[in-house]
């Protein structure tokens, strides 16, 4: 079959890989109809997350089950699925409690209960490094998918493949960030990052009661999308400043949510660089910096954006005195992809407005390259093997 390879930093190639089989009578063998690069595996393609040998890259995918083990019941041949980017079992302590990304079964290579370190990992994604499970991922013609009863969800009569792609991750993952907020109804929410999940993140605020919605980022064509496909004011970053303009809109409070959507990514300075090397860190914490500054006292701070090191300059100090709450990590999408099927069904909630390139899966490697350079207004990429 033909699969997007990731072979080193800034080198993925479009090779044919065997075909994926049955390994354990729990799996099933999808067909991909559809997939889609994340920025979430631009943190592969960048080198911040260390992949030595290849690997199929890919946790946003959708098809048509081509094979099931024999002690799959839920699926069967034709059936055509999402499945959710954290690979979990279904029956473990953490998946009973619905926390399906710490699984303790799916990772047993590298999980363990510290975290943050390179032994100590969470539940398995689809496509996301060794450290992460090394599951070879969607962007591929076939993808094995374990626990079949447990992840893979049908999909409803009559919704395209680019109605429910991204229930897979960007959906969830927005969801989870409004969900960690605890919404009564009428609150400003800013969401620090307008790539595809924090428009997701942005839709959901909306759908769950927020009375104002504010998007930050840096270049211009992400926040034309957030006005258009997500109805929020916008703020440019280096056009003003954001963290006093949060206030004024604010009757000098600041938000009452501030989500971080953007990650260890962000913009970073010269000195930040340079700080980096020092401390032996990676990225920046520069976003979730400008969030605990633009969010109000007693606020709530959601970080959806991947962090994958610890940082030293960590302002623990202002968010103790400001009295903040705080909820991170990889979204339970298991959780959440039931209700945003039903609300994308019934024509609440729609993503498919986000795309703004179509590509064959051949052409992957420059889908990668125009998303990672911020070319041609790319916000979100779809593939089709």
Known sequence: MKALVFHKPSDVRVEDVPDPRIEEPTDAIVRVTATAICGSDLHIYNGFFPQVRPMVLGHEFMGIVEETGPLVTKLRKGDRVIVPF???????????????VHCEQSNPKHYGPEGGVIESKGAAL?????????????????VRVPYA???PRKVPEGLTDEQVLFATDVLPTGWTAIEW?????GETVAVFGCGPIGLATM???WLRGAGRVIGVDREEYRLKKAREVARAETLQLDKVDVVEAIRSMTH????DVCVDAVGMEAHRTVLEKAANVLHGQVGTISALKLAFSAVRRGG?????????????NFPLGQFFDKGLRMRAGQAPAHNFVDPILKHIQEGHLRADDIITHRLPLSRAPHGYEIFNKKLEDCVKVVLTP
């Open 86 to 100: 954290p690979i979990a079992c279904g029956r473990c302590f953490f998946c009973q409690a619905e926390l399906p």
């Open 126 to 142: 689809f496509g996301y490094t060794d450290l992460y499970g090394g599951y070879d991922g969607g962007q591929a013609e076939l």
């Open 149 to 151: 009863d447990f992840g």
């Open 181 to 185: 907020a605890e919404l009564k109804g």
């Open 203 to 205: 839709k959901c605020a």
């Open 252 to 255: 000098g409070r600041g938000a």
């Open 300 to 312: 709530v701070v959601p970080v959806v954006g991947v962090y994958g090191v610890s940082y030293d």
